[in-house]
């Protein structure tokens, strides 16, 4: 295996990973119901609430309840929920876009998976800061789920740059290297002629 088969297996390799890394901590962050933690009347009922996107649970003990209408829904945590919606549909598209990049149309798909991981960390920001209206009340707390939703967003952010300059790299030496291809082949077409021609004489 020559070192230029070598190392575009190692990029795919590395590709895969980030992007699938990436997509489960944001199926994670976008699911689980761990987002904040109240702790205001623990220390009265041994009652300890935490909520995420969708569901909010109640725990007392070893038990537990969640119910998606258990608490009240504030407009700014409609917002992230909708803004984490357009996240995690970018984040769907640019996982498509990248392992299509894998097998064909690698430009195309490239700066489509650019411009889509670059839109899933937009909205990601944006979601995660609105919600975080929330942890300035009173022992209220931020958990595991919207810390992997930080984490999320920094590597589609990642993932955008490294798509962008594969995308800027490929166009750029794409052609170059299609020429060099198409020389090669037309120089030792010539020499064939040549050798051809030597031969009838």
Request: aromatic share 14%.
């Amino acid at each position: 295996m020559s070192w230029d088969e070598h190392s575009e297996k190692l990029r795919s390799l590395w590709e895969v990973l980030i992007v699938f890394t990436s997509g489960i901590f944001l199926l994670m962050c976008f699911g689980t119901p761990y987002w904040e933690v109240d702790l205001s009347e623990y220390n009265v009922t041994a009652i300890r609430r935490h909520a995420g996107l969708w569901t909010c649970c109640v725990e007392k003990g070893a038990n537990e309840i969640c119910r998606n209408s258990d608490c009240g829904i504030p407009g700014h945590v409609i917002a992230a929920q909708v803004l984490m919606c357009l996240a995690f549909v970018s984040g769907l598209l640019a996982c498509t876009f990248a392992m299509v990049s894998l097998l064909k149309w690698r430009g195309k798909m490239l700066m489509g998976a650019a411009i889509c991981f670059a839109n899933e960390g937009f909205w990601s920001l944006l979601g995660l800061s609105v919600y975080s209206r929330n942890f300035k009340q009173d022992q209220v707390y931020s958990s595991w789920s919207y810390t992997l939703g930080w984490v999320s967003f920094i590597l589609s952010s990642l993932c955008a740059v490294y798509y962008l300059v594969t995308c800027v790299l490929y166009l750029r030496n794409g052609p170059t290297q299609k020429k060099n291809v198409n020389f090669i082949k037309s120089e030792a077409y010539f020499q064939l002629r040549q050798w051809d021609d030597e031969d009838s004489d």
